[in-house]
T-cell receptor, first 112, second 112 residues
Framework: GESVGLHLPTLSVQEGDNSIINCAYS??????FIWYKQESGKGPQFIID?????DKRQGQRVTVLLNKTVKHLSLQIAATQPGDSAVYFC???????????FGAGTRLTVKP | DAGVIQSPRHEVTEMGQEVTLRCKPI?????LFWYRQTMMRGLELLIY????????DSGMPEDRFSAKMPNASFSTLKIQPSEPRDSAVYFC??????????FGPGTRLLVL
């Protein structure tokens, strides 16, 4: 029979545009968040993290925003490139232990 | 650093056979994680170790699954007997306490 799998949210952007990937997390007690990138056929790769005592953190071409009031996390990618095409996962958990929970992921496709 | 090393990268086996997946974490990392990724369920934590000791195995599906970490540089995940529903990509990851996990390339398992 037909299998039913996760239908990942999909974001399609033009090369050079900025991308915003969103994540709603579930546990208001979570105080540590990580964004991962997973390219086809590879394992997830750490991009950037943020603790709950911050609401913004910047890396190289990436910015993570945290809104604890509405339990929302976003990843902004500046000047998106074809190499950014991947599935992006957010993970939430507690900073003082290693129980991180992964979201379902968002597929980003960059059109040249 | 070679990163997390997993073997085999691909495994095809028949239902009922024993499967052993292997992982070498990054040297110096004291946490090791086993994850399973499927289209149906996404990325699931199966078990994790701290200093070679299993800390949380609540994600292990059933008694057919077992994991060991005999020393700081080696871990195995064993499925006996294997079933078609075990088909998935199995990732090993390692980390220092409270940092982002470094994932291996994964083992693609197909149980016929």
């Amino acid at each position: 029979g037909e299998s039913v799998g996760l239908h990942l949210p999909t974001l399609s952007v033009q090369e050079g545009d900025n991308s915003i990937i969103n994540c709603a997390y579930s546990n208001s007690a979570s105080d540590y968040f990580i964004w991962y990138k997973q390219e086809s056929g590879k394992g997830p790769q750490f991009i950037i993290d943020i603790r709950s005592n911050m609401d913004k953190r910047q890396g190289q071409r990436v910015t993570v925003l945290l809104n604890k009031t509405v339990k929302h996390l976003s990843l902004q990618i500046a000047a998106t490139q074809p190499g950014d095409s991947a599935v992006y996962f957010c993970a939430e958990g507690a900073y003082n232990n290693n129980d991180m929970r992964f979201g379902a992921g968002t597929r980003l496709t960059v059109k040249p | 650093d070679a990163g997390v090393i997993q073997s085999p990268r691909h495994e095809v086996t028949e239902m009922g056979q024993e499967v052993t997946l292997r992982c070498k974490p990054i040297s110096g990392h004291d946490y090791l994680f086993w994850y399973r990724q499927t289209m149906m369920r996404g990325l699931e934590l199966l078990i994790y170790f701290n200093n070679n000791v299993p800390i949380d195995d609540s994600g292990m599906p059933e008694d057919r699954f077992s994991a060991k970490m005999p020393n700081a540089s080696f871990s195995t995940l064993k499925i006996q007997p294997s079933e078609p529903r075990d088909s998935a990509v199995y990732f090993c990851a390692s980390s220092l306490a409270v940092t982002g996990r470094n994932f291996g390339p994964g083992t693609r398992l197909l149980v016929l």
